[in-house]
């Protein structure tokens, strides 16, 4: 795609957001946004403003803190942390002076609208969002949008505008996944089953017409592909189900808990579907459900990182941006 010279470019990675502190108080803030978000809680506004704020909010910020605490790092969030690095990653990879990126949360801090505010300041003529969600989904990637246009649909002058929905099965994706895979298998050894964990939505989603647990099989399938696994060296997942509805399946927990009766002590664990750890990852992947699994009967239970800030996942981003960016 050819460039006007001299055009300014302004890339936007997205990603959910986290808490500023591990404290019962600031996640108590994080999740009113969160959980107030229409896409997230597909209830009436009425019934779920209820059982939000008198049955959720005065209890589940207190546990969710303690979660927290379990992963915070000296540098902060982990989720914060490594998007920010990415973010100065690319920029830097990209090294032209035609185009800014920066990063932003859909929920917390930094703010999406501020970064799109600051994109105008710059008089930014084309702006790119790219929300680190590999598989779309109404409640994630569809939220983002949202968000975006509350912000620029007031705006006297809108720039160009392009919005990268999903890289589920793009190949650089595929590929960089698959990669991390192997390499940790070469230093760390194999276990017996590969478990490609991802988050899980309500299944009502699905009869709706969103393509997320679509995305997330074909994902999947593809990274087995690559790395010329047999059907019975892995099995797709889903995880940190919320309420009493029926979600995606089969659920990661009971899985795991269920292998070791079946035979199989030794599992390794990846989530394709985070672009970065966090709270999912590290603290319910990496350390609850290895307890469930051990707890179990299982031997062996490790968790292989998401892409992070590694190099690998910069040259990702480069690749969706090729149509956009010089």
Known sequence: MSRTPGKKIGVLLVNLGSPDAPTTSRVRRFLREFLGDPRVVNLPRSLWWVILNFFVLPFRPRKSAHAYRQIW???????????????????????SDEVRVDFAMRYGKPVLADKLKAFKAQ?????????????????????????????????????????????????????????????????HGRNDLLLMSFHGLPAKLTEWGDPYYHQCQRSAALIAERLALHDNQWKLVFQSRFGKAEWLKPYCIEVLRDLPKSGC??????????????????????????????????????????????????????????????
């Open 73 to 95: 790092t000296d540098k902060g969030s982990p989720l914060t942390f490594y998007t920010r690095q990415l973010s100065d990653k690319l920029a830097e990879a990209i090294g």
């Open 123 to 187: 008089l930014i003529d084309e702006i790119v969002i790219l929300p680190l969600y590999p598989q779309y989904s109404s409640t994630t990637t569809a939220s983002v949008y949202d968000a975006m246009d509350d912000e620029i649909r007031n705006w006297r002058h809108i720039p160009s505008l392009h919005f990268i929905g999903d890289y589920h099965a793009n190949e650089a994706y595929i590929s960089a996944v698959a990669e991390s895979i192997r390499n940790y298998w070469q230093k």
């Open 265 to 326: 002590k030794e599992v390794d664990v990846v989530c394709p579907g985070f672009a970065v750890d966090c709270l999912e990852t590290l603290e319910e992947i990496a350390l609850a459900n290895k307890e469930e699994f051990l707890a179990a009967g299982g031997k062996s239970y490790r968790y292989i990182p998401a892409l992070n800030d590694s190099d690998e996942h910069v040259d990702v981003l480069k690749e969706l941006l090729t149509r956009y960016v010089p």
